[in-house]
Antibody, heavy 118, light 107 residues
């Protein structure tokens, strides 16, 4: 059974930092690009970032470029999102999902809530 | 950036009726268009990839068609669990983009 589990969300002040983690099982992690997608309260889905299978290529939405970093450890089936200089409008549920430019976003975790507020 | 426009924003239908959802792209995305379902309080779920390929475990009442800039998701006969929000998404070029969603509600 495929499982994707995010962690690391919480309350942070504007300008602060947070690191999200995602662990996956039930599929060969290293065979898939991975992505983060977010959803602000009451809003639609917004793609945030993707990383290639090997980790050699990364992609970011303009709204987070220069502030967020995506990485992966294939040996641990783990995906990360390092978020710096957080803004109020980064408040959202962050979903981890396999897939990216090369395929649809197939398996989604339940999400982790990030709240940026003073 | 490719903009995806979904219509209508809300679709009010009864169980058993047919639902037709539209997604229009601002430029061609080929067949690299997916559809997702999101029920209240749940994560999105992949329904259709590459315009017309049903994902694993998705009932046959869901079908997708289209290419280029115009795409359609059809639910042939609505079941109670199908009342949800549906999003289209393109992977033809970066950045990946989603449409604004269509809410299918009970009439």
């Amino acid at each position: 059974e495929v499982q994707v589990l995010e962690s690391g969300g919480g309350l942070v002040q504007p300008g602060g930092s947070l690191r999200l983690s995602c662990t996956a099982s039930g599929f060969t992690f290293s065979n898939y690009a991975m992505s983060w997608v977010r959803q602000a309260p009451g809003k639609g889905l917004q793609w945030v970032s993707s990383i290639s299978k090997s980790g050699g290529n990364t992609y970011f939405a303009d709204s987070v470029k220069g502030r967020f970093t995506i990485s992966r450890h294939n040996s641990n089936n783990a995906l990360y999102l390092e978020m710096n200089n957080l803004r109020v409008d980064d408040t959202a549920v962050y979903y981890c999902t396999n897939g990216g430019g090369g395929q649809a976003l197939d398996n989604w975790g339940q999400g982790t809530l990030v709240t940026v507020s003073s | 950036e490719i903009v995806l426009t979904q219509s209508p924003a809300t679709l009010s239908l009864s169980p058993g009726e047919r639902a037709t959802l539209s997604c229009r792209a601002s430029q061609s995305v080929g067949s690299y268009l997916a559809w997702y379902q999101q029920r209240p309080g749940q994560a999105p779920r992949l329904l259709i990839s590459d315009a017309s390929n049903r994902a694993s475990g998705i009932p046959t009442r869901f079908s997708g068609r289209g290419s280029g800039t115009d795409f359609t998701l059809t639910i042939s006969s609505l079941e109670p669990e199908d009342f949800a929000v549906y999003y289209c998404q393109q992977r033809n070029s970066w950045p990946l983009t989603f449409g604004g969603g269509t809410k299918v509600e009970i009439k």
